[in-house]
């Protein structure tokens, strides 16, 4: 089975903060994604990688980053928290080909900016 | 811009009854994934229809694909309490993958 998993399951922070969220899968994977997920607005990409070293903005960027140092890892970093990135934040994979771009999602992290 | 969306968002049902929740999306494609989310847990994948006129079942959920219409279909047969949850669809497009809203199905006892 596919598995990916994220640093925190519940992470709580401070305004101006910097956070990392950490993710890894362990299936060989080229496509690993970042997702907040909030109510009523469902799950909104905000940075994805096809390869290592490699990172594409998804629809909401502004005030992440991403780093995708080796295949199995790819960290979202939060530059300064702000109490609007208290979200669910999801983690995904998928592999690239003619089968499609199922996604494995991990477990999530509830960040909470106060 | 690829657009998706869900309908119902929300739905109640009795156990027992059949129901068809839609997703419909705005821009040419042929590939098209059903997940499902319990409560305070992650998505995890249900169906992945790559083809017009591609059908999938699991047990009691069916999951249609109709390019042409940029319609794609789950159907719950004598729903059970254990399928009550959030399913969302999954579109690829524009080399992205725009997920829908999410239908939040509860099934009454």
């Known amino acids: 089975d596919v598995k990916v998993t994220q640093s925190s399951r519940y992470l709580v922070k401070r305004t101006g903060e910097k956070v990392f969220l950490e993710c890894v899968q362990d299936?060989?994977?080229?496509?690993m994604f970042w997702y907040r997920q909030d109510p009523g607005l469902g799950l909104r990409l905000i940075y994805f990688s096809y390869d290592v070293k490699m990172k594409e903005k998804g629809d909401i960027p502004e005030g992440y980053s991403v780093s995708r140092e080796k295949k199995e890892r790819f960290s979202l970093i939060l530059e300064s928290a702000s109490t609007n990135q208290t979200s669910m934040y999801l983690c995904?994979?998928?592999?690239?080909?003619?089968?499609?771009?199922?996604?494995?999602f991990g477990p999530g992290t509830r960040l909470t900016v106060t | 811009e690829l657009k998706v969306e869900q309908n119902p968002l929300f739905l109640s049902m009795q156990e027992g009854k059949n129901y068809t929740i839609y997703c419909n999306y705005s821009t040419t494609s042929d590939r098209l994934y059903w997940y499902r989310q319990d409560p305070g847990k992650s998505l995890e994948s249900l169906f992945v229809?790559?083809?017009?006129?591609a059908v999938k079942q699991e047990g009691r959920l069916m999951a249609s694909l109709d390019t042409k219409a940029r319609l794609s279909t789950l159907h719950i047969t004598a729903a059970v309490h254990d399928l009550s949850a959030t399913y969302f669809c999954?579109?690829?497009?524009?080399?992205?993958?725009?997920f829908g809203k999410g239908t939040r199905l509860h099934i009454l006892p």
């Open positions: 995904a994979s998928s592999l690239v080909g003619l089968a499609g771009y199922e996604q494995y």
């Open positions: 299936m060989d994977h080229e496509n």
């Open positions: 999954a579109v690829e497009g524009d080399d992205k993958i725009i």
């Open positions: 229809l790559l083809s017009n006129g």
